[in-house]
């Protein structure tokens, strides 16, 4: 499909309005990024159909010169895990060979899917090619990413296979550029990578309400909203007390699977310990994962209901490095509204002063079973801090779904310190190479390095020595962690004190004009030492023109330079030949014999080193220009395209500007070709 400019306009002629306007926002399940299809790595996708929408513009790097206008067009979103290291390979094959899709593939790990439209920093690979038929990252992909292209271009519709890391949760985006398609599978074998959850599916917990009438069932992963009967079917209770009439998965009305469901019952459970087991349905399977593999028929998981009283605080999640958020567990759900939020429900107390700005929940449905307090600024000094409930400016501490009021507590957390990778070096300074000396000081409990050299093999020690040419750009980068917070810097490092004669010069000089050397040595020097064929020296940086003994013929001397770093006893040296003209009068020859002889066998005017737009011309004596030439050393050689020219008299014309006298010279004359 054609996206250069060309069609750019022909497709804004063609819809006239605007996206926001003219186009059909993406509502359905899987063609937003909240909503993506989850990816089982051995699932094939059949698309049969795709609805036609449009929300929003992309940005593809590295095609932003291309003048093309890139978006989800017609999308299809897919989300998936990495669960073991190793590349990535898929396959998109449209059912009609002539339709072109397009693809880009994100990595959104802890971040909110939607920053696919706004955050540059987390595409990964895509391909926007115009090129019809198969696309997707394979073996036969040649870059990262391939902008958008005209079908007769023929671009490379796969790209390069995708590296994924471990633990790094992705999304990819399938688009269609035209509403006219047939839909499309897409198969996700090929690469190394494991995307496939290899656990299988279980209960995880059970958790009865405070009435005992529900029973809140948390599974071990997601699974299919499809896979789940209206009553609950799946599910059998011991001793039975009560029957299971209804099952409600819990977010399911946006998304394809849920980990969470609620099971309604007949009657309320009274104080006691219950199991809860697990039998094929009314649909002759137990709950699926995304893999279709099913919870184990006859699994059985204990419970105790007992009747409402106040809870604990069950936990703190990990703080990490420098906190700005706590987040807090409680073993049931706790009542939004009554959580302040001004974070007066909390105090922190610890090393350094800690200031709580805010606190809420995760809500759904008005209850949450976590409380996210929110700091002033980052904990980022090491140490034991406690975390107080209290009862807060609304007079009460937060209260739990059974309407109890939680008592008063204190949990401990631990901080790390926050690390700095800045790091020191020296230089000891060599002739052609320099050792440079890296060391960090391994502050703040840092226990973890890593140095890369230009690229080169990472060092994992706290010092680092590297070997580089004395003259050279160098690109360090330090990776620092102490298990906890980590910091990384990157510099430059210019070197240049390789010791390296050089000088410029002309190669031909008139008799009269003395020698203007100019010195291009680059390094650290100190002395100087300049000889003029054993006849001048000097010990100047920047010597005084020289001006050669004139013999009234041409002559050739040798000038020469050394360079030396007294300190690091460093030198080098180079030299040049200057040739030096008999004389400067600029003449044409009144004759010439090209016979190979190597006298005399080119016309050209001599010794016009100082004619500056030189033009010179030569006629037959039929008026035909046979050489034209504007470089003084240029020279006619007898021949016309290779063909000698007979012998006898031939015209020249010469004008040029003097570049000592700056006038105008005009002159014209004959000259003789013998053979």
């Known amino acids: 499909m054609p996206r250069n400019l060309l069609s750019r306009i022909i497709l804004l002629l063609f819809f006239i309005l605007p996206v926001t306007a003219g186009a059909q926002q993406c509502t359905e399940l899987g063609q937003t990024p909240t909503t993506a299809f989850p990816v089982c790595g051995t699932t094939t996708f059949h698309q049969e159909t795709v609805p036609i929408c449009s929300s929003a513009s992309l940005f593809v790097p590295g095609c932003e010169s291309s003048g093309s206008n890139y978006e989800n067009k017609n999308p299809y979103w897919y989300k998936f895990t990495c669960f073991t290291a190793g590349t990535l390979g898929f396959e998109i094959t449209p059912t009609d060979v002539s339709d072109d899709y397009d693809w880009q593939l994100y990595d959104i790990s802890g971040l909110d899917p939607d920053e696919v439209f706004t955050n540059r920093n987390i595409i990964i690979s895509g391909n926007w090619a115009g090129t019809t038929g198969k696309t997707g990252a394979g073996t036969r992909g040649t870059n990262n990413m391939e902008c958008a292209s005209d079908p007769r271009d023929n671009v490379n519709p796969f790209s390069k296979l995708i590296n994924l890391v471990q633990g790094h949760n992705y999304i990819l985006l399938v688009s269609h550029f035209t509403d006219s398609q047939s839909g499309y599978s897409l198969d996700f074998s090929g690469g190394t990578a494991v995307i496939t959850d290899p656990a299988d599916p279980h209960i995880f917990s059970v958790k009865p309400d405070c009435d005992g009438i529900q029973l809140r069932v948390k599974l071990n992963k997601k699974m299919k909203c499809s896979s789940l009967t209206a009553t609950g079917s799946e599910f059998t209770l011991s001793p039975s007390a009560a029957n299971i009439i209804a099952a409600q998965p819990l977010n399911c009305n946006g998304s394809f699977d849920f980990d969470s469901v609620l099971l309604t019952l007949s009657a309320p ?14 649909d002759g399977t137990t709950i699926l994962d995304n893999c279709s593999r099913s919870i184990p028929q006859g699994e059985t998981i204990n419970f105790e209901y007992i009747n409402p009283r106040p809870i604990y605080a069950d936990s703190l999640a990990a703080v990490g490095c420098a906190p700005t958020r706590l987040y807090l567990y409680f073993p049931k759900r706790i009542n939004c509204a009554t959580i302040s939020a001004d974070g007066s429900d ?68 631990v901080c790390a310190d926050t690390v700095s990778a800045a790091f020191n070096y020296t230089m000891v300074a060599g002739c052609r190479e320099n050792t440079l000396n890296f060391i960090h000081n391994g502050a703040h409990q840092v226990n973890n390095w890593n140095w890369i050299l230009n690229n080169g093999t990472p060092i994992n020690t706290q010092t680092h020595q590297a070997i580089v040419p004395a003259t050279s750009i160098n690109n360090i980068s330090l990776v620092v962690s102490n298990g906890t917070c980590s910091d990384s810097l990157s510099t430059v490092i210019t070197i240049d004190n390789e010791v390296i004669a050089a000088f410029e010069m002309p190669s031909i000089i008139c008799p009269e004009d003395g020698l203007q050397v100019v010195n291009k040595s680059t390094g650290l020097i100190d002395v100087w030492n300049w000889e003029f064929e054993r006849m001048f020296y000097s010990t100047l940086k920047d010597p005084n023109p020289v001006l050669f003994p004139t013999t009234n013929r041409d002559a050739a001397y040798t000038v020469k330079l050394k360079a030396t770093n007294t300190t690091l006893g460093c030198t080098d040296s180079i030299r040049k ?10 003449a044409v020859p009144t004759g010439f014999t090209p016979n190979k002889d190597g006298i005399n066998d080119y016309l050209y005017p001599n010794n016009a080193i100082k004619a500056e737009n030189l033009e010179f011309r030569v006629f037959n004596r039929w008026g035909q220009l046979v050489f034209h030439s504007r470089e003084w050393t240029a020279k006619w050689d ?17 004008q040029y500007t003097h570049r000592d006298t700056r006038q105008l010279v005009t002159q014209k004359g004959t000259t003789t070709l013998i053979r």
Not at 269 to 282: C, E, H, K, P, V
Not at 363 to 374: A, E, K, L, Q
Not at 577 to 586: D, E, G, S
Request: aromatic share 10%; charged share 10%; proline share 5%.
């Open 269 to 282: 459970l009274n104080a006691g310990i219950y199991s809860l087991l697990t039998d094929n349905g009314s």
């Open 346 to 413: 909390f105090r922190i107390t610890g090393p350094a002063p800690v200031t709580v700005v805010s606190a809420g929940g995760i809500c759904t449905n008005g209850f949450s079973d976590i409380i996210v307090i929110t700091l002033a600024a980052p904990i980022s000094d090491r140490g034991t801090y406690f975390l107080e409930l209290k009862a807060g400016s609304d007079g009460s501490a937060v209260i739990d779904e059974c309407g109890l009021e939680t008592p008063l507590d204190t949990l401990s957390f």
């Open 577 to 586: 030949t200057i040739r030096v003209l008999a004389n400067c009068f600029i």
């Open 638 to 654: 007898g021949t016309i395209n290779g063909i000698p020219q007979g012998s006898g008299v031939y015209v020249w014309f010469l």
